[in-house]
């Protein structure tokens, strides 16, 4: 059992299209990360939530932190083929990160 | 500013051979972590060298071993090569203290 469980895996989707990534744990977090890895390339740090309830908000990306801190989304509005990679969840601890599988987002001109 | 850079991109290898990755950090970073990435999976941690010593390790067995050198850069080792050690390696270095990390490319080692 993964601490970090990302869904959907995979993600096939139009240019304009919007939608919603999700992160779920049954553990609590004092801070989540998101980053996206584009083929060929190490992650990037996209964002760091820290607080119940934070959104934050990355040009057309939007991260949400779950109230009880177990939990996270990344919403893409109007999503462009530049959107496409792998969006993958992560906990920083004990000088490591734990990651999630991740999700597979195709975004398709 | 170079960011972090890995050497080689890519290598082929045979199941019982060993082979060794080369990690040099961004410039400023002191601390250096590695993470392997099988395909369709999330890097998993495999050890962090500091200060010349390896800090923590991850959940690998001791044929993974690593080293840093006195100007921070790194290397990871690995011995008697299995089918399953094919993934991609990744190389992240960090300012000790901070928890942003910036990855490198990565090598991808193919085992056959």
């Known amino acids: 059992t993964q601490l970090l469980e990302q869904s959907p895996q995979f993600l096939s989707i139009q240019e304009g299209e919007n939608l919603t990534v999700y992160c779920n744990s049954s553990s609590v977090f004092s801070s989540l990360q998101w980053y996206r890895q584009e083929p060929g390339e190490g992650p990037v740090l996209l964002v760091t939530?820290?607080?119940?309830?934070e959104v934050k908000k990355l040009k057309r990306l939007t991260f949400q932190f779950g109230d009880a801190r177990k939990d996270s989304s990344l919403h893409i509005t109007a999503a462009q083929p530049g959107d496409t990679g792998l969006y993958l969840c992560?906990?920083?601890?004990?000088?490591?990160?734990?990651f999630g599988a991740g999700t597979r987002l195709a975004v398709h001109p | 500013d170079a960011g972090v850079t890995q050497s080689p991109t890519h290598l082929i290898k045979t199941r019982g051979q060993q082979v060794t990755l080369r990690c040099s950090p961004k410039?400023?970073?002191?601390?250096v972590s590695w993470y392997q990435q099988a395909l369709g999976q999330g890097p998993q941690f495999i050890f962090q060298?500091?200060?010349?010593?390896?800090?923590q390790r991850g959940n690998f067995p001791d044929r993974f071993s690593g080293h840093q050198f006195p100007n921070y850069s790194s290397e990871l080792n690995v011995n008697a090569l299995l089918l399953g050690d094919s993934a991609l390696y990744l190389c992240?270095?960090?300012?000790?203290?901070?928890?942003?990390?910036?990855f490198g490319a990565g090598s991808r080692l193919t085992v056959l």
């Open positions: 992240a270095s960090s300012y000790t203290g901070a928890n942003v990390l910036t």
């Open positions: 992560a906990w920083e601890g004990y000088n490591k990160l734990i």
């Open positions: 060298y500091y200060e010349e010593e390896e800090r």
């Open positions: 410039s400023g970073h002191d601390t």
């Open positions: 939530v820290v607080t119940g309830g």
